[in-house]
Each structure stands twice: as structure tokens, then as C-alpha cells.
């Protein structure tokens, strides 16, 4: 049987401790999404309703299929910059008359729905999704433009927005634009680079220049409706295609126009592929909270995790007795095959490089996703592991990750240190997603680790050149730097930089995974066959 057994012992005090610390870390995270959800705050939000206007995640709610899930992208965007948490736009993938699309939302409430350096990054880390997965994408636009003091952050890189638009059609990939407010100036460009363009009656307002522009530049007096009104769009310039009389008229449009794509998934529905019925993992998803200690230099078993989020809790395990703290498998999520990578005590020695490699040739033989479920503080070092040739085997790893052609998914569950966040495919080997627990942390190495190697080259710099070393000092520099990168190792810090796609609740995950893979397979799933470069041996 490959039905996998647990041990977690979930009446003791072990996992009551990790269970109330993960449960804290939660409550924390809650507390920060709340304050993307709130936008620009009561006055502001107040504001909009009173001018008869439906709020960002209101028009997502009436454009989804009705009790289908929203997953949420990147909804920390700024967090612990000067800009609202969120950064003014709201991104994810959702259902639209039965196709999955990624949808972008601007938020007016906050600073009227202007593009701040992270709305940017935001938006163009949506476009990304939709273009490697060919999801129909849908922009809820109403946003005066680039919030003016941070221009010189947004000009130069924001011209790709409208570049990935016009190569999201050139891929064949739908763009429909929903126009409710403002779309001015550069903006101008999303509904005029959209495929579809929905307007609304005494709302919508598309022009390059606005009144106050175009009576500097030309001497010209007009209003807003002149300009650029639904009714001259639509009747007139010809930019718009269809034209609604309210938001709700809007949106039942811009669910026809997607009625009507006659989009189809590359792969159908695999749930039962192969005679496997998609069952429920054999355990609890709530016992995920007490996984995961506090403290992460205590190890933990992955396979707990996978346990309570693959289907039926069925998991073959390759190569169990080599390399065994990097645990590999096969498995099936929703439905959908998996090969999953899952770090088992922390340190990456040459033998699971070697048996990762393998593995993600074989994933990449059967056109199988692969999943990285991340707890390493890194390669191995020390003199007897550079001899035995730790470089080249962890080499050997990045190499197959770099090359692999089939989806990666990557969950930081715990640590994600050093080169072993590049092997275990973190942000910089593009990963289809990459989603973080509220107990990860990622840096280039642990924070006691980082200022005790600060501290030795200081102090034998200070022999070297036969001078005292200053023991005080040397204290409170080491103090100084473990508060600074354990502040920066934190998830919210990192997801707040998009370096991930959101923190999310343990419990979520098998959830969060099932739509991810859902998504992944709207496009063509193939692995490389071969061209893996030069792996030095």
C-alpha cells in the first residue's frame, strides 16, 4: 500500500505548541490582508458608494461564475513600503462562464485607483501568470494613470503593461477590458490594446489628454463626455464595442463576451485519469497548523504535508533510501499527477542533488507538474562535502530545475536559505506559483548564521592588520544584524515584494494547489526532452 501513514500526534503538547504559533502567525496575516480589503479607508470608501459605484472585489464577485472560489494573487503587494498594503489593484484567477481567467481589478479608493511601483509589479506579475498558463485576461479598469510623484519609478518600466497586452493577443489569449471610471492618459492604452471593450453610460472616461491637458496644449475647451465618454466611444471614435448602462449591465456583458470566446482548455478535466477516482486525503487539513514547530531548527517530517493534501494520501515514493532528507514521490492532487520534491531535514547534501536531478528528468519525460515544498538551510558545507563535490552535485540540481520545461509550484512551509531556495525553485527559477506559510522564512542564510559570519571576518580583519578587536561593538553589531534580516526573512517583508504569490493558511493548500494546477493545465503541459545543458559529473 502507498497510502501513507501519519505519526503526528495530535492530542500532545508538541503539536498543541506548534499549533498555537502557526494559529498567532495566522491571525497576524489576517490582520494585514484586512487592510487591502478595507482600500483607502471608510471616508474614501463611503465616498465611492455615494457616487452609485460597486467597490474592486464587489465587480470581481458579480463577474464570477456564482459559489465558484477566487484565488487571490500577490494581495500584499507594498506591505511595508510608503503605499497602501495591496498597492491599489486587485489580481487573481477566477471562473467567468465556465473559463478560467486571470482578472485584474483597480481599487479607486485608494488615490482615486493610481499605479504606484508596486501596482506594477503586481500587474505584470499577472500578465506573466496569464501568459505562461493562456488564461483570458480581464482588467476592471478605473484608474487616473500614475500616481505622479513615484513617475519616475513607473514610465519607463510601465510601457510593458500595454506590450504584454498586444503579445497576450498575438498568443491568441482573449484580453477584455471593463471600463468604469477613469482610464486616462498611458492608461488610455488598456482598453485601446484590449481585444474587448465594455463601457459604461456617464462613467467611463478614455482620452490621452483631459480637459485641463488639452486647454494647455491646444487652447481647446471640453468636458469629460466630450473627451472621451462611453457615449463617444462607443457611437463615435469606435474604441468602444459595447456599451452598458450601470456596472451590474457591464459585467452580465462582459460574461457574454467570455460565453462567446470559444475558449477550450489544452487538457479536460483530469480527475479519474488513469482509473484513480480524485478522494480526500485520509487526514484532517486542520492538523497542518501543528506541523510546522516554531522554532525551525527543529526538523519536521514533509511527508505529514503531503499526507493531508494529495488525494486519498496515496504517495509513491521514489528513491526512499537515498539522499532521505529530500523526500521524492508521485502523486495525484484534485485529480491532476504530481511530482513532489519535499525537503525533510533542512540541509541538501550531493546525494538528494543527484536524486533530485533524476527525478525532474523523469517528471520532465511524463509531462508531470512537479511541486517544491521548501524547509532547507541550504547545501551542505565543510571540507569533507566540497571534496565529495557538493558544488557540482548541487549544480547538477539548480541545472534540472533551470531546464525543466514542465510547471513548477513552490510552498515555503519553513526555512528557505541559501542556494537551497534557488535548488527547492524558488522566485528566481520562475515557478508557475510560489505561495508561502505564515512560518517561512527565506534569506541567503539564517540570521544567527549571517552575523556570526560577519563577525569572524571582522575579527580577522582586525588581526590582520594587528589591531584590538572591539568584543562590545562586535555584540551589538551581531544583535543589529539578526534583528534586520530576521525582519527581512519574514513572509509578509518578502510577499510585500512579490517575490511570492501570497502567504497563505495551511489549510488552504491542497485548495490553493488544486486551482493552481487547474490553471496551469488550461495550457499545454510538456516536459524537456533532454536539453539540459552540460551536468558536470
Same mark, same amino acid.
Given at each position: 500500500m502507498?497510502?501513507l501513514?501519519?505519526?503526528l500526534?495530535?492530542?500532545?503538547?508538541?503539536?498543541?505548541a506548534?499549533r498555537?504559533t502557526?494559529?498567532e502567525r495566522?491571525g %497576524?496575516?489576517?490582520?494585514?490582508?484586512?487592510k487591502a480589503?478595507a482600500?483607502?479607508?471608510e471616508?474614501?470608501v463611503e465616498?465611492?458608494?455615494?457616487?452609485g459605484?460597486?467597490?474592486a472585489r464587489?465587480?470581481?464577485?458579480?463577474l464570477?461564475?456564482?459559489?465558484?472560489p477566487f484565488?487571490e494573487?500577490?494581495?500584499l503587494? #507594498?506591505?511595508g513600503?510608503?503605499?497602501?498594503?495591496?498597492?491599489?489593484l486587485?489580481?487573481g484567477?477566477?471562473?467567468?462562464?465556465?473559463?478560467?481567467c486571470?482578472?485584474t481589478?483597480n481599487?479607486?479608493?485608494v488615490?482615486?485607483g493610481a499605479s504606484?511601483?508596486?501596482t506594477?509589479?503586481k &500587474?505584470l506579475?499577472?500578465?506573466? =501568470?496569464?501568459?505562461?498558463s493562456?488564461?483570458?485576461v480581464?482588467s476592471?479598469?478605473?484608474s487616473?494613470? &500614475?500616481? !505622479?510623484?513615484s513617475?519616475?519609478e513607473?514610465?519607463?518600466?510601465? #510601457?510593458? !503593461?500595454?506590450?504584454?497586452?498586444t503579445?497576450?493577443?498575438?498568443?491568441? =489569449?482573449?484580453?477584455l477590458?471593463?471600463?468604469?471610471?477613469?482610464?486616462?492618459a498611458?492608461?488610455a492604452?488598456?482598453p485601446?490594446?484590449s481585444?474587448?471593450?465594455?463601457m459604461?453610460k456617464?462613467?467611463?472616461?478614455?482620452?490621452?489628454g483631459g480637459?485641463p491637458l488639452?486647454?494647455?496644449?491646444?487652447?481647446e475647451?471640453?468636458?469629460d463626455?466630450? !473627451?472621451g465618454?462611453a457615449?463617444v466611444?462607443t457611437?463615435?471614435s469606435g474604441?468602444?464595442d459595447?456599451?452598458?448602462?450601470?456596472?451590474?449591465?457591464?459585467?452580465?456583458q462582459?460574461?457574454?463576451?467570455?460565453?462567446?470566446?470559444?475558449w477550450? +482548455?489544452?487538457?479536460?478535466?483530469?480527475a479519474?485519469?488513469g482509473?484513480?477516482l480524485?478522494a480526500a486525503? +485520509?487526514?484532517?487539513?486542520d492538523?497542518l497548523?501543528?506541523?510546522?514547530?516554531?522554532?525551525?531548527k527543529t526538523?519536521?517530517d514533509?511527508?505529514?504535508?503531503v499526507a493531508r493534501?494529495?488525494?486519498g494520501?496515496d504517495?509513491?515514493?521514489?528513491?526512499p533510501?537515498? #539522499?532521505?532528507?529530500l523526500v521524492?514521490?508521485?502523486?495525484r492532487?484534485?485529480?491532476?499527477p504530481l511530482g513532489?520534491?519535499?525537503?525533510?531535514?533542512?540541509?541538501?547534501?550531493?546525494?538528494?542533488?543527484?536524486?533530485?536531478?533524476?527525478f =525532474?528528468?523523469?517528471a520532465?519525460?511524463r509531462d =508531470?507538474p512537479l511541486?517544491f515544498?521548501?524547509?532547507?538551510?541550504g547545501?551542505m558545507?565543510?571540507? %569533507?562535502?566540497?571534496?565529495g563535490? @557538493?558544488?557540482k552535485?548541487?549544480?547538477?540540481m539548480?541545472n534540472a530545475v533551470?531546464?525543466?520545461k514542465?510547471?513548477?509550484?513552490?510552498v515555503?512551509?519553513g526555512?528557505?536559505?541559501g542556494?537551497?531556495h534557488?535548488?527547492?525553485?524558488?522566485?528566481?527559477?520562475?515557478?508557475?506559483?510560489?505561495f508561502?506559510?505564515?512560518?517561512?522564512k527565506?534569506?541567503?542564510m539564517?540570521?544567527?548564521?549571517?552575523?556570526g559570519v560577519?563577525? @569572524?571576518?571582522?575579527?580577522?580583519?582586525?588581526?590582520a592588520?594587528?589591531?584590538p578587536?572591539d568584543?562590545?561593538?562586535?555584540?551589538? !553589531?551581531?544583535?543589529m544584524?539578526?534583528?534586520? @534580516? %530576521?525582519?527581512?526573512?519574514l513572509?509578509?517583508?518578502?510577499?510585500?515584494?512579490?517575490y511570492d504569490d501570497?502567504?497563505?493558511?495551511?489549510r488552504?493548500?491542497?485548495?490553493?494547489?488544486g486551482l493552481?494546477l487547474s490553471a496551469?493545465?488550461t495550457?499545454?503541459?510538456?516536459g524537456?526532452?533532454g536539453?539540459?545543458g552540460?551536468?558536470r559529473?
Amino acid at each position: 500500500m502507498t497510502v501513507l501513514h501519519t505519526a503526528l500526534d495530535v492530542a500532545g503538547e508538541e503539536y498543541a505548541a506548534h499549533r498555537r504559533t502557526m494559529l498567532e502567525r495566522i491571525g %497576524e496575516l489576517d490582520a494585514e490582508l484586512a487592510k487591502a480589503v478595507a482600500g483607502g479607508g471608510e471616508k474614501y470608501v463611503e465616498r465611492h458608494r455615494k457616487r452609485g459605484k460597486l467597490l474592486a472585489r464587489e465587480r470581481v464577485e458579480l463577474l464570477l461564475d456564482p459559489d465558484t472560489p477566487f484565488l487571490e494573487l500577490s494581495p500584499l503587494a #507594498g506591505w511595508g513600503s510608503d503605499y497602501a498594503v495591496g498597492a491599489s489593484l486587485v489580481t487573481g484567477i477566477g471562473v467567468v462562464e465556465g473559463v478560467e481567467c486571470l482578472i485584474t481589478a483597480n481599487d479607486p479608493t485608494v488615490r482615486g485607483g493610481a499605479s504606484n511601483p508596486w501596482t506594477l509589479k503586481k &500587474a505584470l506579475r499577472a500578465n506573466e =501568470i496569464a501568459y505562461a498558463s493562456r488564461l483570458p485576461v480581464i482588467s476592471l479598469v478605473e484608474s487616473g494613470g &500614475a500616481d !505622479l510623484p513615484s513617475q519616475k519609478e513607473i514610465f519607463i518600466p510601465g #510601457g510593458a !503593461l500595454f506590450r504584454d497586452l498586444t503579445r497576450l493577443s498575438e498568443a491568441g =489569449i482573449p484580453t477584455l477590458a471593463v471600463v468604469f471610471g477613469n482610464s486616462t492618459a498611458g492608461g488610455a492604452y488598456v482598453p485601446g490594446m484590449s481585444d474587448h471593450v465594455i463601457m459604461v453610460k456617464e462613467q467611463s472616461k478614455v482620452f490621452l489628454g483631459g480637459p485641463p491637458l488639452v486647454k494647455m496644449a491646444t487652447g481647446e475647451e471640453a468636458d469629460d463626455e466630450e !473627451l472621451g465618454g462611453a457615449d463617444v466611444h462607443t457611437r463615435v471614435s469606435g474604441l468602444g464595442d459595447y456599451f452598458a448602462l450601470d456596472e451590474p449591465d457591464a459585467l452580465r456583458q462582459a460574461r457574454r463576451v467570455v460565453s462567446r470566446l470559444n475558449w477550450r +482548455k489544452a487538457h479536460g478535466d483530469t480527475a479519474g485519469a488513469g482509473g484513480a477516482l480524485t478522494a480526500a486525503p +485520509k487526514y484532517d487539513e486542520d492538523e497542518l497548523l501543528g506541523v510546522v514547530p516554531g522554532d525551525l531548527k527543529t526538523p519536521f517530517d514533509p511527508r505529514e504535508v503531503v499526507a493531508r493534501i494529495v488525494d486519498g494520501s496515496d504517495f509513491d515514493e521514489f528513491k526512499p533510501r537515498y #539522499g532521505t532528507s529530500l523526500v521524492t514521490g508521485w502523486a495525484r492532487l484534485h485529480g491532476y499527477p504530481l511530482g513532489i520534491l519535499a525537503n525533510a531535514r533542512g540541509v541538501l547534501f550531493s546525494e538528494e542533488s543527484q536524486k533530485a536531478t533524476q527525478f =525532474i528528468q523523469l517528471a520532465n519525460q511524463r509531462d =508531470i507538474p512537479l511541486l517544491f515544498l521548501h524547509n532547507t538551510t541550504g547545501y551542505m558545507v565543510g571540507k %569533507e562535502y566540497e571534496q565529495g563535490g @557538493i558544488i557540482k552535485h548541487g549544480a547538477m540540481m539548480i541545472n534540472a530545475v533551470s531546464n525543466s520545461k514542465v510547471p513548477h509550484l513552490s510552498v515555503l512551509m519553513g526555512a528557505s536559505y541559501g542556494a537551497g531556495h534557488y535548488g527547492m525553485c524558488g522566485r528566481a527559477y520562475d515557478p508557475r506559483f510560489l505561495f508561502a506559510w505564515p512560518s517561512a522564512k527565506s534569506a541567503v542564510m539564517g540570521p544567527q548564521q549571517l552575523a556570526g559570519v560577519m563577525s @569572524i571576518v571582522m575579527r580577522e580583519s582586525a588581526a590582520a592588520r594587528g589591531k584590538p578587536f572591539d568584543e562590545e561593538a562586535d555584540a551589538g !553589531l551581531r544583535a543589529m544584524v539578526e534583528q534586520q @534580516i %530576521e525582519a527581512e526573512s519574514l513572509p509578509m517583508f518578502l510577499s510585500g515584494r512579490l517575490y511570492d504569490d501570497g502567504v497563505i493558511d495551511p489549510r488552504d493548500t491542497r485548495t490553493v494547489l488544486g486551482l493552481c494546477l487547474s490553471a496551469i493545465h488550461t495550457a499545454p503541459v510538456e516536459g524537456a526532452r533532454g536539453g539540459f545543458g552540460v551536468f558536470r559529473m
